[in-house]
Each structure stands twice: as C-alpha cells, then as structure tokens.
C-alpha cells in the first residue's frame, strides 16, 4: 500500500474528507467503481489537486481524501457540478448515506518507521488530535477541521494484524480502510 504522505500534496490549501455510507460490500464496490468512472471521465478543474478513494475494510462504505489549493474554490466546482457527478452515482447505487463533509487541513504527522510501506490505513474521528504509539504504528496524520474543534487521525499500520492489537486492547476505535483509486492533477505541479 502507498504511505499516506505520498498522498499529501505540498500545495494543498485544503484537505476535504468525507464518508458514504453503503452498509454492503457489495454497495460499496459498485458506488467506489461509479464515483472511479465519473471522476475518470470527468474534466479536472485545476484547483482540484488529488481525489483518493478508500473502501472500508469492513464493506460498510466509502472514504475520500480530496485535497484542493482552497476552500473557495471548492465551494464554486461543488456548486456548478457536485450534484449532477452525485446523482449520477446514486442512479446506480441508490441510498448511499452521506453524513457530511470535513474542511481541514494537515496539521502535523508522526512518523515513526518510514523505511516500510504500509500494509492497514486507518482513519480516526477525535477532538484530542492525539498520536498515541503502539506495536505496528509507523506513522499518523493529524487533521484538524477548519474551526479546530475536531480532528482526523489517518494512521499507517504495518499490518491488518497490529491495527487488530491495537482495536482489542482499547487503545483504537478507528475504523480500517485500503486504498481504491488515486487520482492525481496531472495539470499541477507536485
């Protein structure tokens, strides 16, 4: 699996997460395959840096990580062309629950082995923002939302088997999730 932080682009003003919620895997497959072929076929605008779409270990959804040069112009693509590339998925997959999106921006990462490549990614919704160590942590991603009132935690496990460790000690509550398809603003520079 590619480490986080080679997702992360240098330029981004703004990293927008959000969930859907699916509740099968069968559902999530099929609406990750959708929102794949709308973006692939779709034009870019150039504010847009990266998309990257992760389907939950668990089949119960979808997560994205979009990174855009700002908020503002988020807001003006969402508004002229959001709800048609939406309707379009949920023509195919309808009933996809969508509790929101979270405007934030990368505050800090903790890396504690970068020599290896991660094999579990995992995404934890805190007000702390804390990194709290343990077996098999190689490195965490805080994200905090624009007012600082939450924060995201997107963590790299060495393996499914350690983020599992990690879950049945008490020390996680955070939900795994494996890469589905990046897509990267060939038009920017990194």
């Known amino acids: 699996m590619t480490p986080f932080r ?7 003003g703004t990293a927008l997460i959000s969930e859907w919620i699916t ?10 395959d959708a929102v794949t ?3 692939a076929a779709g034009e870019w605008p150039s504010a847009l840096l990266s998309q990257h779409v992760f389907r939950a ?13 700002s908020d503002e112009e988020h807001l003006t693509w969402a508004r002229a062309r959001r709800g048609a590339l939406v309707s379009r998925v ?13 405007r934030t921006r990368l505050h800090r990462s ?3 082995d970068g020599g290896r490549a991660p094999g579990a990614l995992a995404v934890t919704r805190t007000t702390a923002g804390t990194v ?20 995201f935690v997107v963590e790299e496990w060495a393996d499914a088997a350690s983020f599992g460790a990690a ?17 990267l603003n060939a038009r920017t520079e990194a």
């Open 6 to 12: 080679d997702l992360v682009h240098p330029a981004a």
């Open 167 to 183: 879950v049945r000690t008490g020390t996680r509550t955070a939900k795994r999730y494996t890469l589905h398809h990046s897509f």
């Open 90 to 102: 949920d023509a195919l997959v309808p009933g996809i629950e969508r509790p929101g999106l979270h």
């Open 132 to 151: 709290v160590a343990a077996p098999g942590l190689l490195a965490a991603h805080v994200h905090l939302t624009k007012d600082g009132e939450e924060s």
């Open 23 to 32: 509740r099968t895997p069968e559902r999530t497959r099929a609406a990750a």
């Open 110 to 112: 903790v890396v504690h």
């Open 57 to 69: 270990t668990d089949g119960t959804g979808l997560l994205f990580y979009a990174q855009w040069t």
């Open 37 to 39: 072929q709308e973006w």
